[in-house]
């Protein structure tokens, strides 16, 4: 028998913990990295034309998932440009993944919109924007499982909706829904991944 054979069998132990141990934590990681979206339904109707689902995706902020997402459209697009000059109605739908303070959700929107949109214009839908916020922020929190939607109408505006329920009439124009659009898809999206998803890219 080798004279440092026992000696070697701890420290051979000791690695394979700890093999295990960064196995493990990879697989967490990647657990977290992949999280399982929401199930959508294929389609939507707004006031009469039917949509179908575009892309979805999660929302992500470090290692925390903030809520799943689905965007509507006429038809499918796979580009922002197209996405922006498509006409007819269109639909964002949402399902909490955590507790999400309402006027933390509501902060955040108004951020994203300025981030991605020319000062001028967030001048302009200033009124439309104070409305987002009181919506939202008229809520302590958006629960896990609980869902919230916008929807774009032709004509009319944007129509916000918070478990299914429509929260006042529609507001502001199809710009102002641009500008809503570009929280998520713009410039500076809110996430990376999520725009890829939202666009139909895996």
Excluded: C
């Amino acid at each position: 028998m080798l004279p440092n054979t026992p000696a070697r069998r701890p420290s051979f132990t000791r690695h394979a913990a700890l093999a295990m141990t960064m196995a493990a934590a990879l697989w967490v990681t990647a657990a977290q990295a992949a999280p399982t979206v929401s199930k959508f339904e294929p389609t939507a109707e707004v006031l009469g034309t039917k949509l179908q689902i575009n892309g979805q995706g999660t929302r992500r902020r470090g290692i925390f998932n903030g809520y799943d997402m689905a965007l509507y459209t006429t038809r499918k697009v796979a580009t922002v440009d197209d996405l922006l000059a498509l006409p007819g109605p269109k639909k964002l739908q949402f399902v909490a993944l955590r507790d999400l303070p309402g006027t933390e959700l509501g902060r955040l929107f108004i951020k994203g919109m300025g981030e991605n949109s020319p000062k001028e214009l967030t001048q302009k839908h200033s009124l439309s924007s104070l409305r987002l916020i009181e919506i939202f922020s008229g809520r302590p929190k958006v629960a896990p499982g609980e869902t919230f939607a916008m929807e774009f109408i032709p004509g009319k505006g944007t129509l916000f909706y918070i478990l299914g329920k429509p929260q006042g009439e529609p507001v502001g124009d199809a710009e102002f829904f641009t500008m809503v659009l570009k929280i998520w898809v713009g410039p500076q999206p809110a996430d990376t991944l999520l725009k890829e998803a939202l666009l139909g890219k895996e």
